[in-house]
């Protein structure tokens, strides 16, 4: 039963630290999947190209020249500005799906450890260690003295817990 301590010790280890590199891991997937369509690609170098054209015009001299071409601008950007909000959309429903997929997995996971072990002792400690609560320990194993999955689960956890409390201050 020792393998199944250190089994379920590093599986909560990864699930705790595998949300810190969840947001990198959604934004390169972001990049690979949901990229700007060739209408706003299009409408970002006709933008570019006013842009310049204004820079060029003189505002006094050529003023209804000016004023038509600022228009210009000013629709392409509110298009660009549409579209962008669109794909943004997109990768939110994208990064949200992957958060619930993740974590969806992490308690099938551990559903699946405590109900297939759940009369498994992780470790056997003498009984007269664990009184009086021996048996609030082992529950839901029948042996008592023992450290039961749920409970090594729980213990796992805090202690991890406490672990990235006490590093992140420092």
């Not at 690609?41 to 933008?47: A, C, D, G, S």
């Not at 909000?85 to 799906?97: M, N, P, S, Y």
């Not at 664990?130 to 999955?149: C, E, H």
Request: charged share 15%.
């Amino acid at each position: 039963m020792s393998a199944l301590l250190v089994i379920i010790f590093l599986l909560i280890f990864i699930f705790m630290v595998s949300p810190k590199f969840l947001p990198t891991l959604s934004n390169k997937l972001m990049q690979l999947i949901i990229q700007s369509s060739p209408k706003e690609l299009q409408l970002k170098e006709e933008l570019k190209t006013l842009m310049c054209e204004l820079r060029s015009i003189h505002m006094v001299n050529e003023f209804p020249k000016y004023a038509r071409t600022e228009r210009k601008i000013n629709k392409i950007k509110s298009e660009v500005n549409a579209l962008a909000q669109t794909r943004k959309g997109a990768q939110l429903k994208v990064t949200l799906g992957l958060n619930v997929a993740f974590h969806s997995l992490e308690a099938v996971i551990f559903i699946f450890l405590i109900f297939t072990f759940r009369h498994d002792p992780v470790v056997i400690f003498p009984a007269e260690w664990l009184s009086p609560l021996g048996s609030l320990i082992s529950f839901p194993t029948p042996v008592y003295g023992a450290v039961s999955v749920p409970l090594w689960i729980m213990v796992c956890r805090s202690a991890l817990r406490q672990l990235a409390s006490v590093a992140s201050h420092h």
